[in-house]
């Protein structure tokens, strides 16, 4: 029998011999540690806590890296490469994102809503008829981003997120018999479902957003709602629509067009629709009759409140 130390040198031999032409594996680029830092002087007001950050490497074909950094940014490594940068706020609850292992077709969008989602007590009755035929879908939140490409050799990255996100406004003056309601709420339409964030473009198809809307001092309706804008090529009117509830049992709805309001904004990320004039349905209650609701009460269709509108060109 041969030594023992004899069968323990052939072993090594040949084990070297069939490593002999395996190159070891080595990245192609190395690995770089580099500083993300998030300058805000183009937004004001309330800032995002956190931010996510993906990046798409151009020189392979590999899936993009992410990474959650705080909204002064923080550390990242990754290989030496030109990269694809797609950072916003991830603070958010409503959005939803789809395609994003693709910089080209990286969307953001929310979920389907209901059309009277801004009531402030739930109902569950007949729905009164779309305006306009198209889906209902919940409202963004507040966004910020931006979208640009950098070469990583190491060092600092800075990054310049602008507000993505609109907020619409209106205000209806000059209300009559606001004394009557019970609940309300309102809509507005022409609306863009989603946004590509490699170049901020809009979705091209609508969709109606639900908003709540309040009583102020008894002669004014007020609400506010957060959007994606308007589609890159519109189709379809911004018509906003108001839903009362009367302490009577009825309901109504009204509709404007404030199409040119919002077109014509100086502001595109803060516009402001003002509307003037509203006599809404004088009604009369027995002297013991509840104060309050008349939302869950089913007895009526919806009625409208005739508006003139304005045709959309």
Known sequence: MKPLCHILSLFLLIAASSCEHKPL????????????????????????????????????????????????????????DIYRAITYNNNTDGILFRNTDDYELFEIYTRRG?????????YTGALPPLVITEPVV??????????????????LVTLVPEQLTPRYTFNVTGVRNSDGVSDLCATLSGNTGGIYLNNLTPA?????????????????????????GIPANPVAANILT????????SKYYCTFDVTSQIREAPDPLNVTINIDGLDLPEISLPPDAPAGGGIGVDVDSWHTIDIELKPFE
């Open 25 to 80: 594996w080595l990245p192609e680029s190395p690995i770089e540690t580099t500083e993300i830092q998030y300058d805000w002087s183009r937004c004001s007001g309330d800032l995002p806590s956190a931010m996510s950050l993906y990046m798409y490497p151009l020189g392979t074909d590999e899936h993009p890296w992410l990474f959650n950094l705080s909204k002064n940014g923080g550390i990242i490594n990754v290989p030496q």
């Open 114 to 122: 209901r059309l009277l989602d801004g009531a402030q007590t739930p």
């Open 138 to 155: 919940i409202t963004p939140d507040m966004m910020w981003t931006t979208a640009t490409d950098v070469e990583i050799t190491g060092g």
């Open 204 to 228: 091209e198809y609508p969709v109606t957003l639900p908003s709540q809307a309040t009583i102020k001092e008894g002669k004014a309706i007020t609400g506010s709602l957060i959007t994606f």
């Open 242 to 249: 108001l839903y009362f509830w009367l302490k009577d049992g």
